[in-house]
T-cell receptor, first 117, second 114 residues
Framework: AQTVTQSQPEMSVQEAETVTLSCTYD???????LFWYKQPPSRQMILVIR??????QNATENRFSVNFQKAAKSFSLKISDSQLGDAAMYFC??????????????FGKGTHLIIQP | DVKVTQSSRYLVKRTGEKVFLECVQD?????MFWYRQDPGLGLRLIYF???????EKGDIPEGYSVSREKKERFSLILESASTNQTSMYLC?????????????FGSGTRLTVV
């Protein structure tokens, strides 16, 4: 079974600065997907960024980027120019590569990100 | 705007009651999931379903059951609610093999068992 580890229960950053959230995972598969989800106080889970394991290039979405190290099984999230609206719980998640059937997401325990004005 | 709708945002039930949490999706997704979210534990999979009347246990199925009589609706049932089932419950749906698309989540039901 896959496991996802987020070693930082809480992180704090000054507005406009850069912060990196760490995530490691354990799997024996070679093809899979990785995600970062954001959960603000509204509780709605929002997909922030995603990465296919067979793609070496790191994914980027505006101020959000990842550092994907497949050999090290590491998938960190970098948030540049932090904004107050970035304050939320962030979850790293793993999804097995599957051609069909239900394929569940495995989540880490989350990192609570605080943005200091 | 596609969505997953959970019928209750907040719910308070008494110990021993039978509790139904309802989830409806309008995206014609085959797969539906129930997760439980607790502080410091992240999201843990309770049950999932990949078709009508089909169900599979997740990581923490004890004390729960599910029902999927229609494709769009997936119900989580607490047969006899206990205080340790006080938690946030999240429903999600997806296409099979949708890979990078990920899931669509509901906005959660915060259940308190007293």
């Amino acid at each position: 079974a896959q496991t996802v580890t987020q070693s930082q229960p809480e992180m704090s950053v000054q507005e406009a600065e850069t912060v990196t959230l760490s995530c490691t995972y354990d799997t024996s598969e070679s093809d899979y997907y990785l995600f970062w989800y954001k959960q603000p106080p509204s509780r709605q889970m929002i997909l922030v960024i995603r990465q296919e394991a067979y793609k070496q290039q790191n994914a980027t979405e505006n101020r959000f980027s990842v550092n994907f190290q497949k050999a090290a099984k590491s998938f960190s999230l970098k948030i540049s120019d932090s904004q107050l609206g970035d304050a939320a719980m962030y979850f790293c998640a793993y999804r097995t590569y599957s051609g069909g059937g239900a394929d569940g997401l495995t989540f880490g325990k989350g990192t609570h990100l605080i943005i200091q004005p | 705007d596609v969505k997953v709708t959970q019928s209750s945002r907040y719910l308070v039930k008494r110990t021993g009651e039978k509790v139904f949490l309802e989830c409806v999706q309008d995206m014609d997704h085959e797969n539906m999931f129930w997760y439980r979210q607790d502080p410091g534990l992240g999201l843990r999979l309770i049950y999932f379903s990949y078709d009508v009347k089909m169900k599979e246990k997740g990581d923490i199925p004890e004390g729960y059951s599910v029902s999927r009589e229609k494709k769009e609706r997936f119900s989580l049932i607490l047969e006899s609610a206990s205080t340790n089932q006080t938690s946030m419950y999240l429903c999600a749906s997806s296409y099979p093999g949708s890979g990078l698309v990920g899931y669509t989540f509901g906005s959660g039901t915060r259940l308190t068992v007293v």
